[in-house]
């Protein structure tokens, strides 16, 4: 194997060890409305166990708000609490969870 082959090898298993080092990120958003992020906007680096979420809160039909972040234990899920339906949207790609 000639010198110029052997960097290139170390070269691409080193970027590849990065990839999988880095981890998911996520949108950060403590308060969201009409897809603008009007609080808290960063972003997450999520842990062992945790996915992109967003969390949209409905009254009626009419979007009140929404909140996006890194959740642990993820289910995507919607019920109803003090007259507001809630959905719950988990995803694991990368900035899935777009405000």
Known sequence: M??????????????????LVEGLTCNVCDLADKARCKKGKSR??????????????????????SKQLCMPNCVENNYKEKGKSIFVMCCERNLCNSF
């Open 2 to 19: 000639n010198p110029a082959t052997k960097v290139s090898t170390v070269l691409i298993v080193t970027l590849s060890f990065l990839c």
């Open 44 to 65: 997450c680096t999520a842990q062992r166990g945790q996915s992109c979420a967003s969390i949209s809160t409905y009254i009626g039909s009419k979007h009140v708000s």
